[in-house]
């Protein structure tokens, strides 16, 4: 069984900057894609950024220029820098991979304080 596990969750102020890190136990090259999503309370989950094994990363608008999205292929993990957090990043936080089916984290929470 393919596990995700994400670390790095905190709390904040608004302006800092969190690094996110997701451990996956099976090589991630096995993977197409991997990625971070968010879901806020009361709101529906949303992706965040995502890497395309094989090339490619795509990133939500609300993030761009301020989140980064990287893989170390030796630790077969995945990272998202969160740089300039605001309020409204606050969410719990899912690491996400798809093979042949979708494997999902178990989520860290992100509080970022005005």
């Known amino acids: 069984q393919v596990q995700l596990v994400e670390s790095g969750g905190g709390l904040v102020q608004a302006g800092g900057s969190l690094r996110l890190s997701c451990a996956a136990s099976?090589?991630?090259?096995?993977?197409?894609?991997m990625g971070w999503y968010r879901q806020a309370a009361g709101k529906q989950r949303e992706l965040v950024a995502r890497?395309?094994?094989?090339?490619?990363?795509n990133y939500a608008d609300s993030v761009k220029g301020r989140f980064t999205i990287s893989r170390d292929d030796a630790k077969n993990t995945v990272s998202l820098q969160m740089n300039s957090l605001k309020p409204e990043d606050t969410a719990v936080y899912y690491c996400?991979?798809?093979?042949?089916?979708?494997?999902w984290g178990r989520g860290t929470q992100v509080t970022v304080s005005s």
């Open positions: 996400y991979g798809l093979r042949r089916y979708d494997y």
């Open positions: 099976a090589n991630i090259f096995s993977f197409n894609v």
């Open positions: 890497i395309i094994i094989g090339g490619g990363t």
